[in-house]
């Protein structure tokens, strides 16, 4: 009930604030204006809303401070700093947006852009009065959030602040950017022009300066107060995820961005070289490329920061990975293309189809992508290669990464569709031709393209696949160390039928697992067998259980009851002291019931039981094995269907 009044009460101060002020803003850009007649409709909706709007607002906001003074949880809730972040931040972007206009307004005047049809007056109001309005607001909200961290320091707000400082961050770096950009763009017209005088134009300059007058300051002050939160005593700040996706997706946009703009210029080169007529323009990729590598140079260096300031967190890696192995997918994708391409370039070439202008054409634009693509390629796929061939606990959970299995497995894939599709023409034409059929005139050519194309499918297959066994060997021979070292005892307190059933699967699963098979009672002794390898009737199940490694059992087996015997409450002190891994099935029992978990049989649980000695044994966490849902088979399906799509129709238009 407290949650839901919570969002309710802060639901209806956001709306109704924004009505309020925006019908503000809009009623005294009216007021002021001068020589411009207001209908009187318009006017009196702005005033119903201040009317209707202010009241309910501040009765509703009214209520949330009293709240807040009489309970300390209500001031550091989490639905109360989102609102106060959200609040300010749907503020502050308005504010940028106004404050953005105003100035190339003002530099807009200052370089002599003025004119007859123009009045500067009523622009300088409309922005100065929103940003007045806009900027009492937000004063107000950041005292009053200022206020609740003092009383209420929690770590509730945590991630609406990293969201409103990143995303303003973002905003700023990239306003920055673009008009670092277009500056430079502007300045190299100018010198190619021969006059700085078209530089200055007003249309031109004064957009571009005041986007970066604007969006500097902003990009600076948030990220500067990133950086305190960072260094700060708060290690949840150093451990954010969205930290490190912010600083991820600037180095991926900006390494992906430089290296297709150096795609454009590699191909301008090739062009001149072959005597091609040259397309494009040195203005377009090159003041790209000045900006994003600076872009990238910076935040590869915090990056870096960060690596020496604090180990990396299980979401930081998975952050990583995603920009490794994405880079290096768009890198190796270029480098096959280009490569494909300059291979037809020179068999059509060889094939007597002479050197022309279109050979001539898609030669350097291939080649432009090979040399482009191929450091892109190289560099992440050498870390993660590094990391995943490293012994460590850290290179382990790299090859586990699902990341990396997509990566791997989906070149796998490409590779096979390449050779599937080259080898099918291939015996197409020569099957055509035994069975007495016209060969085309260029026959030759095509079956040769088509063999490149199978090696060069060949080698990618080649190569992943010997990632892929090189990953299974080291995993194996990690779990071979592990399970070397483990000794499992199956502890049955009750009947013997859970203890048997995970005897059966743990030895069909795990062959090789070191079994000690321990029955509480007769009965459970009888049914899981004495013919166990380690089973020796001569030590006491405590002694053995204090020499185990993993322990699975049911929960009753460290709760013995009142009317057990002595050995049985022996083996629950021995299960206590021992520092095995303890494995627990949440059986259920007359008077006892487990919370948040489903009931399951008995087969279950064993399932369950060997699912988790098999994560044990790969050093991964204990989690539950649950069967797809319909909604996950559903989505499988339709993404397997799509990419069957993606592959067959390019498929055909290859063989026609």
Same mark, same amino acid.
Not at 147 to 162: E, H, K, L, Q, V
Not at 439 to 465: K, M, T
């Given at each position: 009930?407290?949650?839901?009044?919570?969002?309710?009460?802060?639901?209806?101060?956001?709306?109704?604030?924004?009505?309020?002020?925006?019908?503000?803003?809009?009623?005294?850009?009216?007021?002021?204006?001068?020589?411009?007649?207001?209908?009187?409709?318009?006017?009196?909706?702005?005033?119903?809303?201040?009317?209707?709007?202010?009241?309910?607002?501040?009765?509703?906001?009214?209520?949330?401070?009293?709240?807040?003074?009489?309970?300390?949880?209500?001031?550091?809730? /989490?639905?109360?700093?989102?609102?106060?972040?959200?609040?300010?931040?749907?503020?502050?972007?308005?504010?940028?947006?106004?404050?953005?206009?105003?100035?190339?307004?003002?530099?807009?005047? /200052?370089?002599? %852009?003025?004119?007859?049809?123009?009045?500067?007056?009523?622009?300088?109001?409309?922005?100065?009065?929103?940003?007045?309005?806009?900027?009492?607001?937000?004063?107000?909200?950041?005292?009053?959030?200022?206020? $609740?961290?003092?009383?209420?320091?929690?770590?509730?707000?945590?991630?609406?602040?990293?969201?409103?400082?990143?995303?303003?961050?973002?905003?700023?770096?990239?306003?920055?950017?673009? %008009?670092?950009?277009?500056?430079?763009?502007?300045?190299?017209?100018?010198?190619?022009?021969?006059?700085?005088?078209?530089?200055?134009?007003?249309?031109?300059?004064?957009?571009?300066?005041?986007?970066?007058?604007?969006?500097?300051?902003?990009?600076?002050?948030?990220?500067?107060?990133?950086?305190?939160?960072?260094?700060?005593?708060?290690?949840?700040?150093?451990?954010?995820?969205?930290?490190?996706?912010?600083?991820?997706?600037?180095?991926?946009?900006?390494?992906?961005?430089?290296?297709?703009?150096?795609?454009?210029?590699?191909?301008?080169?090739?062009?001149?070289?072959? $005597?091609?007529?040259?397309?494009?323009?040195?203005?377009?990729?090159?003041?790209?490329?000045? /900006?994003?590598?600076?872009?990238?140079?910076?935040?590869?260096?915090?990056?870096?920061?960060?690596?020496? /300031?604090?180990?990396?967190?299980?979401?930081?890696?998975?952050?990583?990975?995603?920009?490794?192995?994405?880079?290096?997918?768009?890198?190796?994708?270029?480098?096959?293309?280009?490569?494909? %391409?300059?291979?037809?370039?020179?068999?059509?070439?060889?094939?007597?189809?002479?050197?022309?202008?279109?050979?001539?054409?898609?030669?350097?634009?291939?080649?432009?992508?090979?040399?482009?693509?191929?450091?892109?390629?190289?560099?992440?796929?050498?870390?993660?290669?590094?990391?995943?061939?490293?012994?460590?606990?850290?290179?382990?959970?790299?090859?586990?990464?699902?990341?990396?299995?997509?990566?791997?497995?989906?070149?796998?894939?490409?590779?096979?569709?390449?050779?599937?599709?080259?080898?099918?023409?291939?015996?197409?034409?020569?099957?055509?031709?035994?069975?007495?059929?016209?060969?085309?005139?260029?026959?030759?050519?095509?079956?040769?393209?088509?063999?490149?194309?199978?090696?060069?499918?060949?080698?990618?297959?080649?190569?992943?696949?010997?990632?892929?066994?090189?990953?299974?060997?080291?995993?194996?021979?990690?779990?071979?160390?592990?399970?070397?070292?483990?000794?499992?005892?199956?502890?049955?307190?009750?009947?013997?039928?859970?203890?048997?059933?995970?005897?059966?699967?743990?030895?069909?699963?795990?062959?090789?697992?070191?079994?000690?098979?321990?029955?509480?009672?007769?009965?459970?002794?009888?049914?899981?067998?004495?013919?166990?390898?380690?089973?020796?009737?001569?030590?006491?199940?405590?002694?053995?259980? %204090?020499?185990?490694?993993?322990?699975?059992?049911?929960?009753?087996?460290?709760?013995?009851?009142?009317?057990?015997?002595?050995?049985?409450?022996?083996?629950?002190?021995?299960?206590?002291?021992?520092?095995?891994?303890?494995?627990?099935?949440?059986?259920?029992?007359?008077?006892? $019931?487990?919370?948040?978990?489903?009931?399951?049989?008995?087969?279950?649980?064993?399932?369950?039981?060997?699912?988790?000695?098999?994560?044990?044994?790969?050093?991964?966490?204990?989690?539950?094995?649950?069967?797809?849902?319909?909604?996950?088979?559903?989505?499988?399906?339709?993404?397997?269907?799509?990419?069957?799509?993606?592959?067959?129709?390019?498929?055909?238009?290859?063989?026609?």
């Amino acid at each position: 009930m407290i949650a839901v009044r919570r969002w309710y009460i802060f639901l209806v101060c956001a709306v109704s604030l924004h009505s309020v002020t925006w019908a503000g803003i809009a009623l005294l850009r009216n007021l002021l204006a001068v020589g411009r007649q207001t209908p009187l409709t318009t006017i009196a909706l702005q005033v119903a809303i201040l009317i209707i709007g202010l009241p309910l607002f501040l009765v509703h906001w009214l209520w949330a401070q009293r709240l807040a003074t009489r309970d300390v949880e209500e001031r550091e809730s /989490a639905v109360r700093r989102l609102y106060l972040y959200g609040t300010l931040g749907g503020l502050l972007a308005p504010f940028i947006a106004n404050a953005f206009s105003l100035l190339w307004t003002l530099l807009w005047l /200052a370089l002599g %852009g003025a004119s007859a049809d123009f009045s500067v007056g009523p622009e300088i109001i409309r922005n100065g009065v929103a940003m007045l309005v806009l900027a009492v607001w937000w004063v107000y909200h950041q005292r009053v959030l200022t206020a $609740d961290i003092g009383a209420a320091p929690g770590s509730t707000a945590s991630s609406a602040r990293r969201l409103y400082v990143f995303g303003f961050a973002g905003a700023g770096l990239v306003m920055t950017t673009l %008009g670092v950009i277009r500056i430079v763009r502007l300045i190299m017209v100018g010198l190619g022009s021969g006059s700085m005088i078209a530089t200055l134009e007003p249309s031109g300059m004064a957009g571009e300066v005041a986007r970066l007058v604007v969006g500097l300051p902003l990009w600076l002050v948030f990220w500067a107060w990133a950086q305190r939160l960072f260094a700060g005593p708060n290690a949840e700040e150093r451990e954010s995820a969205l930290r490190k996706l912010y600083l991820y997706l600037a180095v991926l946009v900006a390494t992906l961005t430089t290296v297709t703009n150096a795609a454009f210029l590699i191909t301008g080169l090739f062009r001149r070289v072959l $005597d091609l007529p040259s397309q494009g323009n040195l203005r377009v990729p090159l003041p790209v490329m000045i /900006a994003l590598v600076g872009v990238w140079a910076f935040h590869a260096y915090a990056l870096r920061g960060d690596a020496a /300031a604090a180990r990396e967190a299980p979401r930081q890696a998975a952050i990583r990975r995603l920009y490794l192995y994405l880079v290096a997918g768009v890198g190796l994708a270029a480098l096959l293309v280009g490569f494909s %391409g300059d291979i037809t370039v020179l068999i059509r070439s060889l094939a007597g189809g002479g050197f022309g202008e279109a050979l001539k054409e898609q030669l350097a634009w291939s080649t432009a992508a090979l040399i482009a693509g191929l450091p892109v390629w190289l560099v992440p796929w050498r870390q993660a290669q590094t990391r995943a061939l490293a012994t460590t606990p850290d290179g382990s959970e790299e090859r586990r990464s699902v990341v990396r299995k997509i990566y791997l497995y989906f070149f796998l894939f490409v590779a096979t569709m390449a050779v599937l599709a080259s080898a099918v023409y291939i015996v197409w034409q020569l099957l055509t031709i035994a069975l007495g059929g016209r060969a085309a005139v260029s026959l030759p050519a095509n079956i040769a393209q088509a063999v490149a194309y199978l090696l060069i499918g060949l080698g990618i297959w080649l190569y992943h696949g010997m990632a892929l066994r090189g990953d299974g060997r080291l995993g194996l021979r990690e779990r071979l160390e592990r399970l070397g070292s483990m000794r499992v005892a199956v502890v049955d307190s009750g009947d013997g039928r859970f203890g048997r059933a995970v005897l059966d699967g743990l030895r069909r699963d795990i062959p090789g697992l070191v079994l000690d098979p321990i029955g509480l009672t007769e009965e459970a002794a009888r049914q899981m067998g004495s013919e166990a390898p380690t089973a020796d009737r001569r030590v006491s199940p405590a002694e053995r259980l %204090g020499s185990a490694g993993i322990i699975i059992g049911p929960w009753q087996m460290v709760v013995p009851g009142s009317d057990q015997d002595t050995t049985a409450k022996r083996a629950a002190q021995a299960i206590l002291r021992s520092e095995a891994h303890k494995l627990l099935a949440p059986m259920r029992a007359q008077g006892w $019931d487990w919370i948040g978990v489903e009931p399951m049989g008995m087969e279950s649980f064993a399932r369950q039981a060997v699912h988790a000695v098999r994560q044990l044994a790969a050093g991964e966490a204990i989690k539950p094995a649950r069967p797809l849902s319909a909604g996950a088979i559903i989505g499988i399906v339709l993404g397997v269907l799509f990419l069957l799509i993606l592959i067959v129709v390019p498929m055909l238009n290859y063989f026609t």
